[in-house]
């Protein structure tokens, strides 16, 4: 079992940057792979980015070269950076940690980008 909190959102203005924390508690987090997916108003969540458990990354085509997913695990935590932010990036981030079958979900944070 483990536990995600996620943090770092709030109110940026178009070409800002944010950097969104998921803070993991209670298993050997190394073994995970996180997620980062957003959910907008009015639309379904989908998927931003990905990091394995030896480090590999993948992103979304909207995000690419714009957002960097990494992770601490000496920290247990894992990061989103998100750079030249526009208004469609406005939605509720959540974290997502899984191994196997086991797939675990953060609270969410909002992220609000101004034009």
């Known amino acids: 079992q483990v536990q995600l909190v996620e943090s770092g959102g709030g109110l940026v203005q178009a070409g800002g940057s944010l950097r969104l924390s998921c803070a993991a508690s209670g298993s050997i987090f190394s073994i995970y792979v996180v997620s980062w997916y957003r959910q907008a108003p009015g639309k379904q969540r989908e998927w931003v980015a990905t990091?394995?458990?030896?480090?590999?990354?993948n992103y979304a085509a909207s995000v690419k070269g714009r957002f960097t997913i990494s992770r601490d695990n000496a920290q247990n935590t894992a990061y989103l950076q998100m750079n030249s932010l526009k208004p469609e990036d406005t939605a509720v981030y959540y974290c997502r940690a899984s191994v196997g079958i086991q797939i675990y979900w953060g609270q969410g944070t909002q992220v609000t980008v101004s034009s």
């Open positions: 990091i394995g458990d030896r480090g590999s990354t």
